[in-house]
């Protein structure tokens, strides 16, 4: 049986992108026999020009400076081949951190002058919700479907952003104030009507406000506010490779 060839992108441009490299390779070199994550024929690459995005089956978004992504991206010609890769393509795509902001279709507490969104998440994301680098935090959150119930997901927030708002219908048009960018429309937004999934939500931690939205799921894109790749945990990104990645290539 020939074994599915699958090209995985992790966007190189800056943030934390071999740390998802790693974190893939652990992944698939501990899948169990003969599942599918085993007997599936994976290629990582890092993407740093068109080409290699066109090459790419899915991508990784990593956390790092959403702005320097942004403007990396812009000067090198990948900004407008990422928002069909994400928005018209519709290939699996998972951005954590700094990914999610870019993925968003608006993000608040922009810098002045704001910034580039990638789009296509039909949410609105306020950058920096947690504070400065002096206030990260770790809390452990219930992520029952990567599996091992009983054995929570340590989730790492860095200058971390959250879900404010889920725009659906009038909802995204409505309430723009100072220091809220949004991505440019396209044609294909007319047509998506893909439903948002809360995927997980801060419990009450260290102080912090429970119910905050830090993961969401919104057809071919997933959004994470946290740095699962800065544990050594690698159960979520087998799940996005099964769940989001096979999945899709399987229609």
Do not use: Y
Request: glycine fraction near 8%.
């Amino acid at each position: 049986m020939t074994r599915p060839e699958i090209t995985v992108g992790i966007l190189a441009l800056q943030g934390a992108f071999l740390e998802h490299k790693s974190h893939l390779q652990k992944a698939i070199g501990r899948a169990s026999p003969g599942s599918s994550l085993d007997t599936a024929n994976f290629e990582i690459i890092e993407v740093r020009t068109p080409e290699q995005l066109a090459s790419a089956d899915s991508l990784v978004i990593p956390g790092g400076e959403s702005t320097a992504i942004s403007l990396i991206a812009e000067r090198t010609g990948l900004l407008e081949p990422l928002r069909q890769f994400v928005r018209v393509d519709r290939k699996p795509v998972w951005g954590t951190c700094a990914g999610l902001i870019l993925l968003s279709d608006e993000a608040s507490k922009a810098k002045k002058g704001g910034q580039e969104l990638i789009g296509g998440l039909h949410v609105r994301c306020q950058r920096n919700h947690f504070g400065r680098q002096a206030e990260s935090f770790e809390c452990n959150l219930p992520l029952p479907f990567v599996g091992e119930e009983d054995h929570p997901f340590k989730a790492v927030f860095i200058r971390a952003p959250i879900v404010e708002k889920i725009l659906i219908g009038a909802d995204a048009t409505a309430d723009v104030t100072e220091g809220v960018v949004r991505a440019p429309k396209m044609d294909c937004d007319l047509f998506d009507r893909t439903e948002i999934e809360v995927i997980s939500s801060l419990p009450q931690t260290q102080g912090k406000e429970a119910g905050d939205i830090v993961a969401v799921r919104q057809g071919n894109i997933f959004g994470t506010s946290f740095h699962p790749e800065l544990t050594p945990d690698v159960r979520l990104h087998a799940w996005w490779l099964q769940e989001c990645v096979l999945s899709r290539s399987k229609e």
